[in-house]
């Protein structure tokens, strides 16, 4: 499975961006896609997950209410729609994907797409 993340950009803070996630390969055998993020200095952290089947969504609790993940399977694309930024939330953002039966581990991963939000 290969995956490209796009949509990256900057903003002030309250803005909004979405981020793409396109997906290409095997993606029948993919269980989940989702979204983490590395800001400078830090340990790479979840965002965001959801079922390539289904309508499980799973959110940190830093984004909830914020962030909204979603998926077209005909495109084989997933989204991360963000609202009211922070400047908490500049990092680097990844989209990655499993065919494990789990969102916590995680084997094909995209190339990053900054996302940096001024105050």
């Known amino acids: 499975v290969q995956l490209q993340a796009s949509g990256g950009g900057s903003v002030q803070a309250g803005g909004s961006l979405r981020l793409s996630c396109a997906a290409s390969g095997r993606t029948p055998t993919v269980y989940a896609v989702g979204w983490f993020r590395q800001a400078p200095g830090k340990e790479r952290e979840f965002v965001a997950a959801i079922r390539w089947s289904g309508s499980s969504t799973y959110y940190a609790d830093s984004v909830k209410g914020r962030f909204t993940i979603s998926r077209d399977n005909a495109k084989n694309m997933a989204y991360l729609q963000m609202f009211s930024l922070k400047p908490e939330d500049t990092a680097v953002y990844y989209c990655?994907?499993?065919?494990?039966?789990?969102?916590?581990?995680?084997?094909?991963w995209g190339q990053g797409t900054q996302v940096t939000v001024s105050s």
């Open positions: 990655a994907a499993t065919r494990r039966t789990s969102i916590d581990e995680y084997e094909y």
